[in-house]
């Protein structure tokens, strides 16, 4: 099925837009590890040139650093880790093949894909990353069988478009770090900061709906529609189901493919979650990993089908695994050489009680470019912009989701996040770079509006 000679006409809306982008994006974006390195090499400078610190002081801070987030990096690659094995799941790939047969035009898949993407994310980023991913396959072979002339990569960004909400949903570490009792913010602000203030009130709710709107009408924008410029999905994915049958020989065989074990075990996961939000818990990391993790055992049919899943799944975290330290490093070199502070107090000192939230946001996207961890933002900057919003007036609640909009919001042109996303669709960033700028910008503007709104 081809798009009409009007449907070409419109596709070229924003191409002389998108020209420029594209050529800049596939000749200078290197891979996501060079990119780290030469952004390891940048702070450095920074930190060499706006502070007072000397060459050895910025290695040391560095090397620190290197080691500083252990836990936090343990916590989010259980996050990627749980949520590639539960959307490999039998039941859920199952949906996903379900879900990929319901667009029936390029428009439509690209929109679809999008769509779910963002209300996986905002469930759990893993989850989000990796049905994105998953989903964008499924739906580029049910159009490649239907003659259905879609773009891939712009399938693939259209579900890492949908990032683009995770720090505003259940998985949110910069709220729910707020939210747990003796962490940094609540000691800060002497008591947690409860979710119904940040992610679940009833601006950054709306907000969630303006911003998918927006950024699937600038994804519909930038789509190409010229069958010359289509690019398919050009593999068979029909083995894409994991082999988790096993031969049954000896009674040890048939404790592994029994579902009784991980039965027990999902059984018991969801019992002490019940307990925890019973008795008062609150919403933490940790509890999010615990929820998937219950999950994952209740859809497997048996432990050696999990053992199986869960192979597959390492794959797609080492590259992570690999950077995490990496990205960890640059963030000791910036708080440790105090230019974290450099960035942001020159963001907050030329903030009003009315612009507060839009320079917040603002300095927690040049940030994330750098560090792109919500979580190690939050630990930086929250003490900084906590402190300028009790001088301000201003609600704690616009400073902590002002670095949760400014974390996602350039997540859309920094690849660590996308690595996940790019290994399942078998894709380079610079195939999709272009697309997600287009996101980034789009995203932008609601999230810039919103925090002017809530700040005045």
């Known amino acids: 099925m081809n798009p009409s000679p009007r449907s070409r006409g419109r596709g070229a809306l924003l191409e002389p837009v998108m020209r420029p982008i594209n050529a800049v994006v596939e000749r200078f974006i290197p891979s996501a590890l060079l990119f780290a390195i030469a952004l390891t090499l ?15 002081t910025v290695v040391e801070e560095w090397g620190l650093g290197l080691s500083g987030l252990l836990d936090f990096i343990t916590q989010m690659a259980l996050i990627l880790f749980l949520g590639h094995i539960l959307a490999s799941t039998r039941p859920v790939r199952a949906l996903l093949r379900r879900l990929a047969r319901v667009p029936r035009t390029p428009m439509q898949a690209y929109l679809f894909v999008f769509l779910v993407a963002a209300l996986a994310s905002l469930i759990t980023w893993g989850l989000g990353l990796v049905v994105g991913g998953l989903l964008a396959r499924e739906v580029a072979e049910q159009s490649r069988r239907r003659e259905i002339p879609v773009h891939f990569p712009m399938l693939v960004a259209s579900g890492f478009a949908g990032f683009v909400v995770w720090h505003m949903g259940y998985s949110a570490s910069g709220p729910l770090t707020a939210a747990t009792e003796d962490s940094f913010v609540a000691e800060q602000l002497g008591e947690p900061l409860p979710i119904s203030e940040t992610i679940f ?3 950054n709710l709306i907000a969630i709906v303006v911003t998918i709107l927006v950024v699937g009408l600038s994804l519909a924008l930038v789509a190409p529609r010229d069958p010359a410029q289509v690019r398919t999905l050009d593999v068979d994915i029909t083995e894409a189901d994991v082999e988790t049958d096993t031969e049954i020989v ?6 592994d493919a029994s579902r009784i074990p991980t039965l027990i075990m999902g059984l018991l996961f969801t019992g002490y979650l019940v307990i925890h939000f019973a008795g008062g818990g609150s919403l933490t990391l940790d509890i999010v990993n615990w929820s998937f993790l219950a999950l994952i055992m209740l859809l497997v049919r048996s432990p050696f089908e999990l053992i199986v899943l869960t192979k597959n799944a390492a794959s797609n975290v080492g590259e992570i695994l690999l950077q995490f330290p990496l990205y960890a490093g640059i963030l000791g070199m910036m708080a440790g050489t105090g230019l974290i502070e450099v960035f942001s107090e020159a963001f907050v ?4 009680p009315e612009t507060f939230g839009l320079w917040a946001f603002l300095s927690a996207g040049l940030v994330n470019f750098f560090v792109p961890s919500g979580g190690g933002q939050i630990a930086i900057q929250a003490p900084i912009l906590l402190d300028a919003a009790e001088a301000l007036g201003t609600d704690p609640s616009v400073a902590i989701m002002a670095v949760a909009y400014g ?3 350039t997540n859309m042109i920094q690849p660590f996040w996308a690595l996940p996303l790019l290994a399942i669709a078998g894709l380079k960033m610079r195939d999709i770079l272009s697309y997600t700028t287009i996101a980034l910008i789009a995203s932008g503007l609601v999230f810039a509006a919103t925090m002017l709104i809530v700040s005045g």
């Open 201 to 203: 009130s009833s601006w």
């Open 42 to 56: 940048i702070v450095a400078v920074l930190a060499l040139t706006l502070t007072d610190s000397g060459p050895l």
């Open 250 to 255: 000896t009674p040890a065989d048939r404790a």
């Open 407 to 409: 974390d996602q919001w």
């Open 349 to 352: 000192a030329i903030s009003t």
